[in-house]
């Protein structure tokens, strides 16, 4: 059985950066598709970004595109998320996400992931 542990949130000023690690045990990573998302207060848990197991692409949210940049690290059995130029309203918790078989075209649909983690906070404010 696949688990998934997000360590990196915590506190960052407006235009900041964070890393958030993603490791994963039981299982290699290597297999899967790891996503990562995020669900402010209030609001319905997105897609953040997506890194594919088969190939290795990677896939983004329009509203992180040039700011956030996923990479994995098959070895260390660790997906990381760099997250530039933080905003406030990029505060929320980020959990990660890992699927073996992607149906959407997006990559960052929460159904298509079948393991989750606990999630890290993240707050962006002065």
């Known amino acids: 059985q696949l688990q998934l542990v997000e360590s990196g949130g915590g506190l960052v000023q407006p235009g900041g950066s964070l890393i958030l690690s993603c490791l994963a045990s039981?299982?290699?990573?290597?297999?899967?598709?790891i996503g990562w998302f995020r669900q402010a207060p209030g609001k319905e848990r997105e897609g953040v970004s997506c890194?594919?197991?088969?190939?290795?692409?990677?896939y983004y949210a329009d509203s992180v595109k040039g700011r956030f940049t996923i990479s994995r690290d098959n070895a260390k059995n660790t997906v990381y998320l760099q997250m530039n130029s933080l905003k406030p309203e990029n505060t929320a918790v980020y959990y990660c996400?890992?699927?073996?078989?992607?149906?959407?075209?997006?990559?960052?649909?929460?159904?298509?992931?079948?393991?989750w983690g606990q999630g890290t906070q993240v707050t962006v404010s002065s």
């Open positions: 890194v594919s197991g088969s190939d290795g692409r990677t």
């Open positions: 996400a890992a699927s073996r078989y992607i149906y959407s075209s997006s990559h960052l649909t929460e159904y298509d992931y079948d393991y």
């Open positions: 039981g299982s290699p990573l290597a297999l899967y598709s």
